[in-house]
């Protein structure tokens, strides 16, 4: 969904992105871009970042006897990247997440690839505790620069519904 411009006041305007909670539709698919390239610096500070002390996201010695040959990036950089993509389509609006689940990382992501990902509407209700939100589950699928699927998984989020008080609260 592209950004929409709302006016504010006299000659002021505000730029507004993501999908309230009645925009959202199962079946529909949103592919994120930009893509992004993952250097050797993000792999290490990441690494660094999260206490992570495995020698095969920052020892090329190491890694090179492995039977990947080379450092693979750490594999919550590469969810964290994808969910990452995916806040203008789909959580630029979100209350809170709720929830990731069903995580698999099918294939090894490293140094210089460059990762899209594109998310499906997978379902959608109205909040029981909440009446100014909705719920909203999507599944979100990363690939490679050769289209390779590299991850996917579940992610679960309380959107704002259009014309609610959170709309007007956060200024949307």
Avoid at 8 to 23: A, H, K, L, T, W
Avoid at 42 to 62: A, G, K, R, S
Wanted: proline share 4%; hydrophobic share 35%.
């Amino acid at each position: 969904m592209a950004g929409t411009v709302k006016q504010v006041g006299p000659n002021r305007y505000r730029e507004s992105f993501g999908r309230f909670y009645e925009d959202f539709e199962p079946g529909d698919v949103y592919e994120h871009r930009p893509g992004r390239t993952i250097t050797e610096t993000d792999n290490t500070w990441f690494t660094l970042l999260t206490m992570n002390t495995h020698p095969l996201h920052f020892d090329q010695e190491y890694a090179k006897h492995s039977e990947f040959g080379r450092c693979l990036v750490a594999s919550p950089l590469t969810v964290s990247l994808m969910v990452g993509m995916s806040v203008t389509d789909v959580s630029q609006k979100a209350v809170a997440n709720l929830g990731w689940s069903n995580i698999r990382l099918v294939h090894p992501v490293f140094v210089g690839d460059t990762l899209t990902s594109e998310s499906e509407v997978k379902a959608k209700r109205e909040s029981k505790s909440r009446p100014n939100a909705g719920i909203v589950t999507v599944e979100t699928r990363g690939f490679n620069q050769d289209g390779t699927l590299v991850c996917d998984f579940e992610r679960t989020i309380l959107v704002a519904k259009r014309g609610s008080d959170l709309e007007d609260k956060a200024g949307y």
